[in-house]
């Protein structure tokens, strides 16, 4: 396993230009330890201003092109570590109108006041591997908050319901978002991994990438998704061959419509299941260096 530490995104995350990578390797459902903190985040008066009124506008938006917006209950990462092949992550309440307000809309906090400005919420995506040899991500619909018309991958952030009665699993969130954006059950999932965790350069958001790996060819899933209760999130499903050739290619002709996220997802993918070599040859497309991104740390 290739492990990154300390535990905070300032000080020892490797830099791919378009993400960071804070740490990679290949946890297993007992390998994610995830503690829970009930105390909410704290604003000061200023960007409690910028969080109000980046809701309004949000709304606002959300009323003019039809779409469903709802301030819900949103896991925040407060901490983490990696080490002896596993995570622990130290998870907390927040509102989906603290992401708007500070990551999605106003990232720069995070260098007026300090990584703690940004609320953090934790998402989950998955490069997801079908059984005829292919990838698949998502072209995102206009009627997303983040990114809309984008190629990126399937997932979404991990929330909770109150009263809360478990801590929220990383892993149980994944499939539900698998569930709902393509209608795949859990006996379609022939195997489930953690990659590591990333951060989009622009929002700072922390991100966990899964590999996934489905019985169920393209074609299959194509037909479920079209009934999926979460189908307008994505305007079609992208197919991108699993092979490292195919990759580099997807990655050099759709770099400008790619998410941060999705180049993430695809080069921790061509990682861990074709070497240092592949990802080092790779990630020159990105504009960035990632030095010793291959070696433990």
């Known amino acids: 396993m290739h492990s990154i530490r300390p535990g905070k995104e300032t000080d ?17 459902p007992g390998e994610i330890i995830v503690q829970w903190s009930a105390q909410r985040q704290t604003f000061s008066d ?39 092949g596993k995570m622990s ?20 906090l995070r260098y007026r006041f300090g ?14 591997v079908t059984g005829d040899g292919f990838i698949l991500l998502g072209r995102r619909s ?27 699993n990383p892993f149980e969130v994944m499939l539900r978002e698998l569930r709902e954006e393509t209608s795949l059950s859990g006996d379609a999932i022939q195997g489930i991994f953690c990659l590591g965790m990333v951060r989009d350069r622009l929002t700072f958001q ?18 479920s998704a079209t009934g999926a209760p979460d189908a307008n999130e994505h305007t079609e499903l992208v197919a991108v061959g699993n092979n490292p050739a195919a990759v ?6 759709n770099h400008a419509e790619m998410t941060p996220l999705a180049m993430a997802t695809l080069l921790l993918h061509g990682l861990h299941h074709w070497g240092c070599g592949w990802f080092t040859t790779a990630r020159g497309y ?8 291959c070696s433990p740390r």
């Not at 990114?147 to 801590?167: A, K, L, Q, V």
């Not at 990105?286 to 991104?293: D, E, F, H, K, N």
């Open 12 to 28: 020892g995350s490797r830099d791919c230009g378009a993400f960071f990578i804070d740490t990679t390797g290949a946890f297993g």
């Open 46 to 84: 200023l960007i409690e201003r910028l969080i109000d009124q980046a809701w309004r506008e949000e709304l606002a938006t959300a009323a003019k092109f039809g779409r469903d917006l709802f301030n819900g209950n949103l896991c925040r990462l407060i901490d983490w570590s990696s080490d002896e």
């Open 89 to 108: 992550l130290t998870l907390g309440p927040a509102k989906f109108m603290e992401f708007i307000g500070t990551n999605a809309r106003h990232p720069d």
């Open 115 to 128: 990584p703690e400005a940004l609320t953090n919420p934790l998402g989950v995506s998955a490069a997801m």
């Open 142 to 168: 206009n009627r997303v908050a983040v990114y809309p018309n984008t190629i990126h991958p399937i997932g979404g952030i991990m929330d909770f319901t109150e009263p809360m009665t478990s801590i929220p």
């Open 206 to 223: 922390p991100e966990l990438v899964f590999d996934v790996a489905t019985h169920c060819d393209v074609e299959a899933i194509l037909a």
């Open 248 to 253: 580099v290619g997807f990655i050099e002709r």
């Open 286 to 293: 990105l504009g960035g260096t990632a030095p010793g991104a």
